[in-house]
């Protein structure tokens, strides 16, 4: 099997890594720079858990080789807050107790996070859609959206 | 959507600091950061993957099953078949009906017959596609009705029955002859996939003693632990068994298969030294664990023509598919609960639990209720529509009330809070304008609304002895940690029971930690399952603060010198009612305690009184208490095509007390939409005994895309056993949507479809039979 | 993952575009799905590829999606290719020895096989703009609303003469007509050509596409609520374009 040498930067951080040709982007991400927030629920692109933002979208890092990252700028939930400062979003969801078990909750702060990145005021349908491609069993949903919908008023009112 | 005024009133009137309150969950900080929790984040670096060979046919001899060439592959470490279980080839619930491996027969598909481990998940997978097993076919029975002819295909040799009971109140041929009316009417449902994001995993290595430690995504710690022992042929105390952070459960992860993940697991440690890590793919995940029942419902319901009911007969028949699992216990529960939540002179009621060679079903959330509760309710509204009554009025007239008797001639007592329950999503959802109005429309799109109503016996009932142990120490740094083996997996129950605790004990809730389910350090407790976490650990959870209340005050009635009878701790200080003077920090007399070696760790261990009814004709106290609701779900229906659109779902359940809000409300809001996937979208299809879509891009359930407007009412008539007053609430929020929005869409559309789920197609061909 | 030759041509940047060059709109085969979303929908084709990408997987799908990938998995399930069959789309691969084009269809040969060599690439569908007097519409039906596998899907192209009255060119294909591949219904859109845009011409067009149709039944839907299903979505989406045509 054929070995390439990839380059990405995540988190903020370079890092050069010797690829097999067949390498997910989500082994990388988890087990080869431990990023283990990024969770594989499906392989198979369908439940969104393993979403990561890529050159400023989210995508599916199941779907991905490693290889097709390679250049590329990856944002997982390691590098969104802090235990000390949290990301709005991530502020949000604790007040109001959105995470259940939780498997869902690194890509829906992302799916969050990137949206307000692009969209400071999303209505209720769009921050419907921006974690549309993300599943969650437990929440139906809701405080998801309202933690997005109030994490978007909070960046609102400091950015003033 | 905050904390309900009610509820927040009500707190502050009693003078409660935090129970009711929507303090936050102390387990959330951790999974908002992506901290690695879970079982496949924590697994060792040099963990060997396992990889089971399953069944490909629902029924069938095995022959041969060849390993050779799989042994051969380079990388691989170990391939395993049942000879090579030291202990007991036996991983099951409840009958001693299912192997760990298959030997000489499989009776579904997915069954697990041979495993193979490697350094590299790639080479596990290349080597299991290499054994090779031969299997003689076998008709086999793919429906539970065709299961109970007496010349069907035998799943077991002991037949294919694997529970039958029933409920005998009255005289129903009496009951009937006194009907004015009675219709007859067969409902079905299907299969439904638990889909927890997080698949099934288990590892497990040997300590340096021998003896073997299992981690794993579960829900009962302790059933792992007596499962992998038998397995391993050595005693529970030489296996200890840690729950892992759970990514969702919903009933599944306390059947077999966390037995199945941490044993071979175990095995595959135990011969190779190494630690091993078996990870389910999704696609093997839905093959192999267990689903929601099947069910086929005859109800045949009797009424005379002022709407009194007096007579049901119910045929309830269940697919267990090849092993039994939980289904003894989810058709006792249907059984109970088949008439609904009405006064019926005359119940006679006959439940069967069928094996088939479909896959298994088991434990799932609501454990029968949505199944009886769909038949029962879409069978109202044909009631009321043959009386031609309002639908809401007919189950005023008919439900449960202080006074009435169950179908288990069980008297309801005065925590019963279904009528407002009825009345109140009657009122929010505008019933009664919608429901005319809506009987007008015309036109390509059509709306509907449609309710129902039940109730649900709290914790395990007749199902065995429900206790729980919960252990509550304070650190010398003044941290207080809640140890159980009640397991949290999505639910906010374990936070409840520190809830509790900072209550008796007067502390603010972000002082306590929750310790992992150890069976090393965890009393044994019975199962996390059956919503009980509150109502039963709840109340052990208070009986080892009280105990600790008890030591702290007697500390601080010696420091203060007065009598500690009458001190009282809140927000951290410990006081006297009559002088101000004397008042002391918590923190000071946990620092004393721990200097006089006073320990502060203590148990509380709670058992609820033991169901009495009389088992032939199952009459008599069959729950302890009882948790009511109603669901009114309006739709729009687009009569071309079928597809049903979900526009609002009011939900109003007497809860006993709400112990936090804004948890309640997640796990309402949560199960009101897997109930809506129930109710329109998932069905988990067996063509032939064969899973024809175990993916989540084939099964369906629901999106952010799919989810209607809710609203919440939350109703209180405490209970007599939980804390508080506190009913169950992790399950029946699951128990109605399916039946509301069956009677929205017959609503809608004029038309009835007697099964689940509600698909475009059963809708658009109801509609064109009725033209 | 088993397989013997992996090239990846996601860095082939030269292969995404979108142009509008001669009267032709031409697509890079590296174009994402998000890239069409990001196009503007005022016109036919803008408007068409918008009603598919908007109901295509979720946004995370979207995002590495390609026009070439959806073309060459060549099945029912590929939104794509019904929406640029409509719209005559014609395909141009590359090989190291040059190039080839053909019109989509040929390149479609059955579910999961193209026409593509071993050593060739799709590099660009390409389809002629269509005129002013020219609408599309695309409509899908699914089990739940993202995410879904296209139960039934129906494309749909109108154009008219000046006076918006008669029909000049109709072209109408499904994701399912007879077999596993998405088809053009070629003798509805014989029937369409030159009559009036009225309701009789609408109710005909669907009797005729329920003629048409050979479906089968499989563990998702029947064959007849397949069809149902499909002509209800067919007369929608000819609804759709007669009222962009006329302005409603």
Known sequence: MARHLVKLNVNGKDHALVVESTERLLDVLRDRLNMKGVKEGCGTGDCGTCAVIMDGRLVNSCLMLAVQARDKRIVTIEGVGTRERLHPVQKALMKYNAAQCGFCIPAIVLAG???????????????KQAISGVLCRCTGYYKLIEAIQEAAKEIREVSV | MTETELVRKLREAEGLAVIGKSVQRLDSLDKILGVPLYTS?????????????????????????????????????????????????????????????????????????????????????????????????????????????????????????????????????????????????????????????????????????????????????????????????????????IQATTGGAFGPKSDEMPIDTCAISALVAQKTGKPAILAYSRHESMIAHTKRHPFVITLKTGAKNDGH????????????????????????????????????PHVKTDAYCMYTNNTMAGSFRGFGSPQVHFAAECQMDELAKKLDMDPLDLRLKNMLRPGTLTATSQPVDDACGLEEC??????????????????????????????????????????????????????????????????????????????????????????????????????????????????????????????????????????????????????????????????????????????????LTETGFYMAPKCEFDPENSQGTTYQQYTY??????????????????????????????????????????????????????????????????????????????????????????????????????????????????????????????????????????????? | MSVGNLVDLSGLSELRYVKRENGKIRVGALTTIADLEAQPNDTAWGKILNDAVRKFGSPNIRTVATVGGNICAASSSEDLIPVFLVLDARVRTIRKSGTREMPLQEFLIEKRRTALYGDEILAEVSFPEPSAHAACSFQKLGMRNTLILALVSVAALL????????????????????????????????????????????????????????????????????????????????????????GK
């Not at chain 2, 290349?126 to 029975?141: C, G, I, K, Q, T």
């Not at chain 2, 309830?316 to 216990?329: I, K, N």
């Not at chain 2, 359940?653 to 112990?659: E, H, K, M, N, S």
């Not at chain 3, 011409?201 to 609520?225: N, P």
């Open chain 1, 113 to 127: 996070k990137n949206l307000l990145d692009y969209n400071p005021a999303p209505s209720r349908d769009e921050i």
């Open chain 2, 309 to 344: 009911l007096t007579a049901s007969e119910a045929l309830v028949v269940s697919d267990t598919g090849a092993y039994a699992s939980l289904g003894p216990l989810v058709i006792i529960r249907a059984c109970f609960h088949a008439t609904g939540p009405y006064v019926i």
């Open chain 2, 422 to 599: 009825a009345t109140r999503a009657g009122e929010a959802s505008n019933w009664r304008t919608k429901r005319l109005e809506f009987s007008g429309d015309r036109g390509t799109f059509r709306r509907g609304i449609g309710i129902a109503l039940m109730y649900h016996g709290n914790s395990l009932g007749p199902e065995g002895n429900d206790y729980a142990a919960v252990q509550i120490l304070i650190k010398p740094d003044g941290k207080v940690v809640v140890r159980t083996a009640l397991t949290e997996y999505g639910t906010g129950a374990i936070s409840g029971l520190a809830q509790m605790a900072a209550e008796t004990l007067g502390l603010p809730i972000d002082q306590f930690e929750l310790d992992r389910p150890d069976t090393a350090s965890c009393q044994e407790t019975g199962p996390t399952v059956a919503s009980r976490v509150i109502v039963i650990g709840g109340r052990a959870a208070q009986l080892a603060a009280q105990k600790l209340k008890d030591k702290i005050l007697t500390v601080a009635g010696d420091l203060l010198h007065c009598n500690p009878s009458r001190l009282t701790t809140r927000d951290g200080l410990i006081r006297h009612p009559d002088d101000p003077g004397w008042t002391i920090s918590f923190e000071k007399v946990v620092e004393e305690c721990h200097k006089r070696h006073v320990s």
């Open chain 3, 159 to 246: 154009e008219t003469d000046n006076a918006r009255s008669k029909i000049t060119r109709a072209r109408v294909a499904l994701n399912r007509l007879k077999g596993k591949i998405p088809q053009r219904a070629e003798s509805v859109e014989k029937q369409l050509l030159g009559q009036k845009l009225d309701e009789e011409t609408v109710d005909s067009a669907v009797k005729r596409l329920g003629d048409e149709l050979a479906l089968t039944s499989d563990y998702r839907a029947s064959a007849d609520y397949r069809r149902e299903a499909a002509k209800v979505l067919f007369r929608r989406a000819l609804m759709d374009c007669w009222h962009s045509i006329v």
């Open chain 2, 41 to 241: 984040d924590i697994a060792p670096k040099d963990a060997v993957r396992v990889k089971v060979v399953r069944s490909t046919v629902p029924h069938a001899l095995i022959k041969r099953i060849d390993t050779q060439s799989a042994k051969q592959v380079p990388g691989v470490v170990v391939v395993l078949t049942a000879q090579d279980i030291p202990g007991i080839n036996e991983a099951y619930s409840l009958l001693p009906d299912r192997p760990l491996l298959a030997t000489t027969k499989v009776r579904c598909q997915g069954e697990a017959v041979a495993v193979v481990a490697a350094g590299d998940l790639e080479i596990a997978e290349e080597a299991a596609d290499r054994v090779s097993v031969e299997y003689e076919r076998l008709p086999a029975v793919l429906s539970p009705v065709e299961a109970m002819r007496t010349d069907s295909v035998r799943v077991h040799d002991s037949g294919n029955v694997a529970k039958y009971l029933k409920v005998r109140k009255g005289d129903v041929k009496e009951g009937f002859r006194q009907a004015d009316v009675t219709i007859e009417n067969t409902y079905k449902t299907q299969f439904q996939d638990p889909t927890a994001l997080e698949p099934e995993v288990g590892m497990a290595w040997v300590e340096k003693d021998g003896s073997v430690t299992c981690v794993g995504s579960m829900q009962t710690p302790f059933y792992v632990q007596t499962g992998v022992a038998k397995v391993l042929g050595v005693s529970p105390d030489r296996v200890r068994v």
């Open chain 2, 629 to 771: 609701g109603a669901v009114v779900a309006e739709v729009e229906v687009d009569t071309e095509l079928g597809v049903v659109k979900p526009v609002k779902i009011t939900v109003a359940y007497d809860v006993g007390r709400a112990i936090n809000p804004l948890s309640l409300e997640g796990q309402i809001e949560g199960g009101t939409i897997q109930a809506l996937g129930y109710g329109l979208m998932e069905q988990l299809i067996h063509v032939d005994g064969i899973v024809a879509n175990p993916t989540l891009g084939d099964y369906y359930i629901p999106t952010s895309l799919d989810i209607p407007e809710i609203q919440t009412i939350i109703v209180e008539y405490p209970g007599t056993v939980g804390p508080y007053g506190a009913k169950a609430m992790g399950e029946p929020p699951v128990d109605l949507p399916a039946a509301a929005l069956a009677n929205a869409v017959a609503h809608a559309t004029g038309s009835r479809i007697f099964d689940l789920p509600l698909t475009a197609e059963k809708v658009l061909f109801a509609i064109k039979q009725k033209r």
